[in-house]
């Protein structure tokens, strides 16, 4: 169990470093993506089967497959200069930091026992618990996605007054 | 670290491999100028705070669902924030004809 954990986890941190550090933008979803299937598997690991179904559907599903949409309609595979390197270092050293002082901090901390728990982890108590102790939270959800979908709608919506003056449409 | 009768107890290489995650998010979204490469930045760091969530859950949380439901409120809102954000982009590629952040500085394209 442990071995297959240690797997997954390196799955995944391969995946991001491909994701933030490719230059092929197309190049960087697919790390994502790969990412986001060892992110899956650690939920399944993590007890929670129900999620890591959901993660694959969403995520790798949609997510992803989205990005690829709006790439290839955007049209910047390969045009997309290499950042420069005082950009990177800068990023680097304002993460370094932090990485190292929460490290410290969580390797520092005395964690009690785990519990021994039986565990009910079933797609049936999750939906009672959805709809019931967070039932409000639930809807509110519901309507951000339903104003999400509109919006985006409206955004993305071919507006012809949107270009400038002698631009002609693509 | 604590060892208990049935072995490791495994929450600290989960929380230091969320950090980690979060950490590369963080430098994505730093480090690139392209708004799609922030945007995979941000699911990352999306994704390293649902695994601090289920890896709470799993080892300190007498009830199972809870942690759980918080991660399907995070993919449902990281759902929602891409469909958003990948309709500005489409909308900002399209007026600007480029979606580099560094071009983007106008309050009024």
């Known amino acids: 169990m442990a071995v297959a954990t240690g797997l997954l986890m390196a799955l995944t941190l391969a995946g991001a470093v491909l994701a933030v550090s490719l230059r092929n933008i197309l190049h960087a979803v697919f790390g994502l993506a790969i990412s986001l299937l060892g992110i899956a598997g650690l939920f399944f690991a993590l007890n929670a089967p129900f999620v890591g179904a959901m993660e694959v559907l969403i995520y790798v599903g949609g997510i992803s497959v989205a990005m690829i949409f709006v790439v290839m309609l955007s049209s910047v595979v390969g045009k997309h200069a290499e950042e420069s390197s005082r950009r990177k270092l800068l990023a680097a050293l304002i993460v370094a930091p932090l990485f190292a002082g929460l490290a410290l901090i969580i390797t520092g901390t005395e964690l009690g026992d785990p519990p021994a728990y039986v565990r009910g982890n079933s797609p049936e108590a999750i939906g009672e618990a959805l709809l019931d102790h967070y039932n409000l939270a639930f809807e509110a959800l519901s309507v951000v996605l339903l104003i999400a979908i509109v919006g985006a709608i409206v955004i993305a919506r071919h507006n012809p007054s949107d270009t400038p003056p002698g631009e002609s449409d693509v | ?109």
């Open chain 2, 1 to 109: 670290m604590t060892v208990t009768a049935d072995g490791l107890y495994q929450l600290q290489p989960y929380l230091l491999f969320g950090l980690l995650l979060f950490c590369l998010g963080l430098y994505g979204v730093l480090s690139r100028r392209n708004l799609i490469a922030i945007l995979i930045g941000v699911e990352l760091m999306l994704n390293a705070a649902s695994i601090n969530f289920l890896a709470f859950n799993n080892f300190t949380n007498p009830d199972a669902t809870t942690g759980q439901v918080v991660v399907l409120f995070i993919i449902g809102l990281a759902a929602a924030e891409v469909a958003i954000a990948l309709a500005i982009v489409l909308s900002v590629h399209r007026i600007r004809h480029s979606i580099d952040v560094d071009e983007l500085k106008d309050l009024k394209g």
